[in-house]
Nanobody, 125 residues
């Protein structure tokens, strides 16, 4: 059973950068799609970025395209989200997601069935 653990969140000033990490355990890491989402209180989780088998099919939400970069290190069983030029509107809990039985890269929360616990990102103005 795949398990995901995120880290790297924190407090940063507007214009700053953070790199989130998501370590996966319990499965053949290179074989399934993974994504990043975020959520603010009272709202649904929104898609940020995803990549597929062997880091193919990289997809970004328009709101983060050019600022955020998703990547993976198969040797470390880790997916990263590099976030640059952060804005106060980026403040949220950030979640890593995986679809161990899937092939297709998804952009909806229900495209994924395995989630991490989330990591808080706060951007001050």
């Amino acid at each position: 059973q795949v398990q995901l653990v995120e880290s790297g969140g924190g407090l940063v000033e507007a214009g700053g950068s953070l790199r989130l990490s998501c370590v996966a355990s319990g499965g053949p890491f290179s074989n399934y799609p993974m994504g990043w989402f975020r959520q603010t209180p009272g709202k649904e989780r929104t898609f940020l970025a995803a990549l597929g088998w062997m880091a193919t099919g990289i997809t970004y939400a328009d709101s983060v395209k050019g600022r955020f970069t998703i990547s993976k290190d198969n040797a470390a069983n880790t997916v990263y989200l590099q976030m640059n030029s952060l804005e106060p509107e980026d403040t949220a809990v950030y979640y890593c997601a995986a679809k161990p039985s899937g092939i297709q890269v998804g952009i909806r929360a229900n495209d994924y069935d395995t989630w991490g616990q989330g990591t808080q990102v706060t951007v001050s103005s």
